[in-house]
Each structure stands twice: as C-alpha cells, then as structure tokens.
C-alpha cells in the first residue's frame, strides 16, 4: 500500500465515501430555518445597547417576515400612514420577538408581523381618519405600538404560508377576540399556540385581537414620536 497508485486509490475512495455521506445529511426544511436563525443572532448583538432603546428589528434577525400593513393602503383606514415598512421597537421587545421566533422555528413556523412601533402623530393621524375608540387607541393616552412595547403578528409556515386564525388581520368584531369559541378547532388551535409562546417569553394578549400582544410592563415606558428615515440603518438611542 505505498506505491503513488495505492494512494490514488484511496483517494478515489475518500472522495466517494465523503460524498455519500453528503448525500445523506441533507438537512430538512425546519433545520435549515432553525439554522439561519442560529446563524443570524448572538447575545453579542444587545451587548452596549440599553433594554429601552429603540432599534431596527432587521438589525438584530432577518428571520421574521414582513408584511408592514401600515405601509400600505390594505388595512382598514385604507390608506398609507407610514413611508416605508419598518419595524421598530423598544430593545427588550426585540429580545423576547426574536426567542419567541426562535420557538416557533424549531416547529417550523415563523412570525409575520404587521405592526410594530407607532410614533404619535401617526396615532394622530390614525385617529382623525377614524375617531373611535373602538377601533383605535386615542392619542391622549396613546397606544402600547406608540411605546416600542407591542407588535400585531401571526404565524406562517415554512412556505411562508399563514396559519388560519379565523379573522383577518384588524378584523373588528367579536370573532378576533380570544374568548369567541365558536370557531373551527384549527382556529382555536393555532391561536393558542401563538398565545402560548407569546406568554411564555413575557408577552401578554389582548382580548379582542388574538393578533396583537404588549410586553409585560411595556405600559410604564414613554410615548414617543421619532420618525424613522427609510434609508436608516443605526440604532436610536
Ligand atoms: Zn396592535
């Protein structure tokens, strides 16, 4: 087994041998979701940044899907109140979203979010468009989404595909609220779920919409008004 041809051999081997194990540990969909995020976050990221400074939630994971309804006309003030589709919020926000995520991507799923922070004035705005508490939160004492404390979310698969929660996103009307039973047990099934992990990482629910949830506390932190520029990418502190 010494001659330059014995080597060559053994080589050829190597090579199959390796390329069978290849084959072999081609990693499923859920593990390669499971993997970017692992890849896509560190502790080392919060390091120097206060628990109550607003930051860019894409600065911090990409694991999230956007669909920033505000941003757009397709929400029920129907029209656009925000320039671009941010996602802004408190630090401590980001850090509970982002290991709710990582739960939720170990089952395969994912979250969307379709608001985040909300600076006052658009709350303004909001509300001179449509002035009904029922509907939306008054500015005078203002909303959790305009303290950096809430988002509104669901959950899509690994085909990025929503889970059915019964109701549309800003669906007003009894059927969104957590204690309407009357809905299909996929429905009741799938907003438990999202509940359950948006509880266990320090999230509280909000009866009458099964999409939005506030970090416990979040009320105790200011109002704010900070515009985000579209072509922002620092913290702001
Ligand atoms: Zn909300």
Redesign the pocket.
């Known amino acids: 087994m010494k001659s330059p041809r014995c080597f060559f051999l053994l080589g050829i081997l190597f090579v199959t041998l390796h390329a069978c194990r290849t084959g072999e540990t081609a990693i499923s969909k859920k593990e390669v979701l499971k993997n970017n995020y692992l890849k896509g976050t560190s502790m080392a990221l919060y390091a120097g940044i206060n628990d109550s400074t607003f930051v860019k939630l894409k600065d911090f994971s990409t694991d999230f899907v956007w669909d920033m309804k505000y941003a757009t006309a397709d929400n029920f003030l129907k029209a656009q109140v925000y320039e671009c589709d941010e996602c802004f919020l408190r630090l401590k926000t980001v850090k509970n979203l982002i290991e709710a995520n990582a739960e939720f991507l170990e089952k395969g799923y994912r979250i969307k979010l379709f608001?985040c922070y909300r600076p006052l004035d658009i709350q303004k705005k909001m509300w001179e468009l449509v002035p009904n508490p029922d509907f939306v939160a008054d500015p005078k004492k203002g909303s959790i989404?305009n303290r950096g404390g809430?988002v509104?979310i669901t959950l899509v698969d690994a085909e990025g595909k929503e889970l059915d929660m019964g109701t549309s996103f800003d669906f007003f009307g009894s059927e969104a609220s957590h204690h309407f039973q009357d809905l299909p047990r996929k429905v009741r099934k799938n907003r438990a779920y999202l509940k359950k992990v948006m509880l266990k990482h320090h999230f509280k629910a909000f009866d009458s919409?099964w999409w939005?949830y506030n970090l416990q506390d979040s009320y105790q932190d200011k109002l704010a008004n900070f515009k985000w520029s579209c072509a922002h990418s620092t913290h702001l502190r």
């Open positions: 608001d989404h809430a509104d919409e939005h």
